[in-house]
């Protein structure tokens, strides 16, 4: 492979150093609520105009590969996704923490990611023409389609009734309507100014998960005098979680491939793929009942997944200059400032600089692991805030990560009155996972419903152009599969919840 020549350039000392600096700003950045991979990317563009088109490049992604994985440490100690892609880690990454398995969680979050971005690299590497043509077939009808999928992830995400996560679903939906529509410019729902600009979703991601968060931890606080730690800290080695991972390879495996596909599909991005592999996971596992409550699978399902989307989502950038993902719409950016330009023309004329990329890509896979093993050591002192304090630090970040977003304070209005709703709902069952689900998932769909409609009234009927076609068959006919099977798993649990007979992991396999 014509790659492997290229591998010592990225060992050169100027090259090295801001791989590492990268990897280790990106994990810091996406540990920050608010800051997302785009953000993070987009923030560091304009240090790269003095360097030169390589290092330039590495930088970024570099960058772009540390905060996606940064995302789950604050996921898995604070209850708060760094980013929307870490949103499925959080179901079970903060329970395990809470258990006192914080470091466990943490090393699973952390090497699920470095496996699952190297699989997402090496397929870049290995079949970026082939992932090119598979992303332009994907128009709006096969899009609004995809997104119709993972509407159907909704009833199981979050909550332990079909019902109420459906509900939490549509209500998400429906906050996502708010504003003004995109395509036709039409007003909804703004019956105040403050709602004129929409809802922002990472504003809106911050706040459904951070203020009940913060809420909670005062009420903890006020009971206990404030003197209790935000939860014990059982001691855990590297070497045990690496053994465990091997024993959930199929969840790593499942993961990875579902991380892949996604990552083509233009749009979709890191937080789609970590949803629908927690959700396949959970279907077919014979621990169902284990998810929400601090199961391994839920964290090794979710960040093996979006990681494997960050090499494919750059496959058709770099071959046909389509962004599979936001992040990688910046990225465009940076490549296009270097004068380098999607197309044949990056792997002939500038082949040094285009493999020299990947091959740090897939180097800076690796780094992440190291350094962010070396990171999660703050999880001592994390764990020994005390809750008032910790609550105070958590509210602090949300108002500045959702205010730096639009540098609008609307946007904080926005997401503490998000925050505050969702945290009376869920005393109802109707949560935030489910929420955020409809929240991404609603503009994708209407969207792409739009879109296709005007297509098919101009071509041969707006019916045909969404129900024809081997793609969109095959997409609709896992929807329906997905709907059957999550209403079949529905009535299975509500069974076992009258005559309990939980399937329970066993401790001494699980927690050696």
Known sequence: ??????????????????????????????????????????????????????????????????????????????????????????FDGHKMALKGNAMEGLHYALLASGVGGLVGVAVLIYLAPVLSNLALLFGPSELFWVAILGVTVMGSVGSDSLVKGLLSGAIGMSIACIGYSETTGVERYVFTPVLASGVNLVGALIGLFAIPEVINLLNASLHRHGSATMYPLNPRRIMASVRQLLVHWRTLSIGSVIGVFIGVIPGAGGQVAGLVSYDQCRKFSRFRSNYGNGEPDGVIASEAANNATVGPALAPLLTLGIPGSPTAAVLLGGLLINGLFPGP???????????????????????????????????????????????????????????????SFDDVIVMVGLGVLVYFTAKVGITAGAMVLGLILGPIAEINWDQGRLIGQATDGVMPYFFTGTLNMIIIALCVFSVLFSVGTAVVDQRRKRNPEPAVRDKAASHP
Do not use: C
Not at 50 to 77: E, H, K
């Open 1 to 90: 492979m014509e790659i492997f020549q290229y591998f010592p350039a990225v060992f050169e000392s100027y090259n090295l150093l801001v791989l590492v600096l990268g990897v280790t700003g990106g994990l810091i950045l996406g540990a920050t609520p608010g800051i997302s991979p785009t953000l993070a990317v987009a923030l560091l563009i304009p240090f790269t105009f003095t360097m030169g088109a390589t290092p330039g490049l590495i930088l970024l992604g570099a960058v772009y590969s540390g905060a996606v994985t940064g995302g789950a440490i604050a996921a898995i100690l604070i209850n708060v996704p760094g980013a929307p892609a870490n949103i499925a880690t959080l």
């Open 345 to 407: 023309d990056l792997f002939s004329t500038h082949a040094d600089v285009t493999w020299t990329f990947m091959a740090s890509l897939f180097i800076a896979q690796i780094l992440m692991v190291v350094i962010g093993l070396y990171l999660a050591r703050v999880t001592r002192a994390v764990a020994r805030v005390p809750k008032r304090f910790m609550a105070v630090a958590v509210l602090i970040l949300a108002v500045y990560g959702t205010y730096s977003i639009r540098n």
